[in-house]
């Protein structure tokens, strides 16, 4: 009898202590984010594209600068050791239910949606962020270090960091923000978004933006 008591009582030891490791190899502690192999996993939303051209002011539609920005930050994380998923690399159509259920499928992390803005008036300038309340955790920390990230490296006017319900932002399942870079409608921002020095910049803020979060 005293010899099955102490096999019991081994093994009960051993497999307390077996449950203690495994957990601390499996499970992810801190609040870090996780994603396989260890990598953080981006996915871009290069906004519009195909049949829908968003904004279209001066000879320049909005899905153009979009998808450059996207394509310049998208080879600035796999430089870095991300991994990245696209909406689309080439000027093809998806719907926002697409967008979604893509992100959402794709095990990613993180969810930047790349926008410029346009409305009737010319004056209209400047950078905003936006992330949904309802959302993931994190999202207003995310959509605040894309606009402050952004500005430092563009110098444009500061329009704030916004709440909306863009379903992009609202219906993903990791943290998520939408950035409207620059407006289309304004001469001198649609003259920058033409240039490749203003779409490099903006994709540094991005970059810098995603890195100081994944830390």
Do not use: C
């Not at 998208?74 to 926002?96: G, H, I, P, Q, W």
């Amino acid at each position: 009898m005293t010899k099955i008591y102490r096999f019991i009582k081994a093994s009960a030891v051993f497999l307390f202590i077996a449950v203690f490791v495994l957990t601390f190899i499996y499970l992810p502690t801190g609040g870090e984010l996780y994603a396989d192999a260890g990598k953080i996993k981006v996915f871009i939303d290069a906004g519009h594209g195909g049949r829908d051209p968003g904004a279209t002011r001066f000879d320049l539609k909005e899905k153009e600068p979009n998808l450059d920005i996207a394509i310049r930050l998208k080879n600035k994380l796999e430089a870095n050791d991300f991994l990245v998923v696209m909406t689309r690399t080439s000027d093809v159509y998806y719907s926002l239910d697409d967008r979604v259920n893509m992100a959402n499928s794709s095990g990613a992390d993180i969810f930047i949606a790349i926008h410029n803005n346009a409305v009737f008036s010319e004056y209209a300038h400047g950078t905003e962020t936006y992330w949904n309340p309802n959302g993931v955790d994190g999202s207003s920390q995310f959509a605040s270090l894309v606009q402050s990230n952004i500005l430092q490296q563009t110098g444009r006017a500061n329009r704030g960091v916004k709440t909306a319900n863009f379903r992009v932002i609202k219906y993903t399942t990791m943290p998520a923000a939408l950035v409207e870079i620059a407006f289309i409608s304004n001469p001198t921002e649609n003259s920058l978004l033409k240039t490749a020095d203003f779409r490099e910049r903006s994709a540094n803020g991005l970059f810098n933006a995603i890195k100081t979060f994944s830390q």
